[in-house]
Structures are given as C-alpha cells and as structure tokens.
T-cell receptor, first 113, second 114 residues
Framework: DQQVKQNSPSLSVQEGRISILNCDYT??????FLWYKKYPAEGPTFLIS?????DKNEDGRFTVFLNKSAKHLSLHIVPSQPGDSAVYFC????????????FGTGTRLQVTL | EAGVAQSPRYKIIEKRQSVAFWCNPI?????LYWYQQILGQGPKLLIQ????????DSQLPKDRFSAERLKGVDSTLKIQPAKLEDSAVYLCASSFEGPYNEQFFGPGTRLTVL
C-alpha cells in the first residue's frame, strides 16, 4: 500500500529552466509534507516543508504547492542549476502520530547544461 | 553542529551471518529513527525511538532484526541471521520533538548480503 507516490522516476531539465516534481498521496490524515534531496552515497537532506493549513511555501529557488482536494503536491525549482541534480523524495506525516514519516519512491532530477 | 554519524559505511556479508550498525544522533535530538532503503524505493521506517523507549517498531522484522538505544543517545541495529533481501542502505535519522518533523539523516550503511 503506497500511501505516497512519485510517479515520475526521472526528470531531465535544462539549466535555467523550471523543474517541477510531483507527489500524490492517498491518506487524508497526512497534515504536513516535506521534500528531501539525496546525493549519491549521502543521506537525504531536508529541503522544504509545508503544513496542510497552507497551499504554498517558498524558500529561495524552491517552492512547494499543496492541493489538498487533489491530494497532490509539487516542488518547483526556479531556476534549475546543475547542482540540483539529485534524487528528490516527497514525505508525509501526521502531527498526531509521533512524527512518523512515509516516503515516496523518489524522482531523479538531472539538470543539463 | 555535528551531523548524524553512522558506521560502518559499507558492509558485505554472506547470508545467515550477523551484522550490526551503529548510529550517533545529533546532540540533543530526542527522537532517533532507523530506515531501510532498498534500491529504487524510498526509505522505509524500521523503528523509532523517543529517548530510549520504542515508539514504533511495526515494520521491524523482529525475528531477525533488533535495535536498542541505550541511555537515550546512540543506537545499534542488528540483523541476525541476514537474508539476501536485507541488501539495502540502512539510514539513521534524528529529530527534535515538535509537530513538523524535520529529520536529519546520516550517510547510511550500504549492506550487501551474498
């Protein structure tokens, strides 16, 4: 039972363009969401989060949008840079369940020159 | 601030052998997690500790996996005996207490079971 889904295993974007990574969830009890970035041979690194009381959160080049009715969130990276090439994981949690996170399967982003 | 430390970084064993992984969380983080990440999948929570008590171990294969967090600081995860399907990266993470759970991950231990 995959409660958090990232249906695109990979994405290739040109440097300077926008990268859009998508994530869908099925559990309506999730009330906060996080994006993690992972480089090879390293652990995931926290990137940005959003609470279900918001529909947008921005941090520099990174913006996360949440559509609760569609149970969908997306991460926008503008402009994309070669250093953004990594695997991005979407994760979801519920503030009432002891901080447990459920992760998606990840999307590998490649930013080309 | 020092990050989450894990050792070893790589381990190769034969099936039916035992193996142990060590994790030292960020100082002051009460919550510690062990995840299993199989190639091509997202991290899957195996066990979560709050201080030295277990909060969630519902996905831990208890017939072969065990974990402890003595004194509420560092932790060890053991597999005994290992199976081929245990080949994965084992990630340790820690976090502050709080409603929005930003977890800090260590570099992971890549286990290969032959």
């Amino acid at each position: 039972d995959q409660q958090v889904k990232q249906n695109s295993p990979s994405l290739s974007v040109q440097e300077g363009r926008i990268s859009i990574l998508n994530c869908d969830y099925t559990n309506s009890m999730f009330d906060y969401f996080l994006w993690y970035k992972k480089y090879p041979a390293e652990g995931p690194t926290f990137l940005i989060s959003i609470s279900s009381i918001k529909d947008k959160n921005e941090d520099g080049r990174f913006t996360v949008f949440l559509n609760k009715s569609a149970k969908h969130l997306s991460l926008h990276i503008v402009p994309s840079q070669p250093g953004d090439s990594a695997v991005y994981f979407c994760a979801a949690g519920n503030t009432g369940t002891a901080s447990k996170l459920t992760f998606g399967t990840g999307t590998r982003l490649q930013v080309t020159l | 601030e020092a990050g989450v430390a894990q050792s070893p970084r790589y381990k190769i064993i034969e099936k039916r052998q035992s193996v142990a992984f060590w994790c030292n969380p960020i100082s002051g983080h009460a919550t510690l997690y062990w995840y299993q990440q199989i190639l091509g999948q997202g991290p899957k929570l195996l066990i979560q500790f709050q201080n030295n008590g277990v909060v969630d171990d519902s996905q831990l294969p208890k017939d072969r996996f065990s974990a402890e967090r003595l004194k509420g600081v560092d932790s060890t995860l053991k597999i005994q005996p290992a199976k081929l399907e245990d080949s994965a990266v084992y990630l340790c993470a820690s976090s502050f207490e709080g409603p929005y759970n930003e977890q800090f991950f260590g570099p992971g231990t890549r286990l290969t079971v032959l």
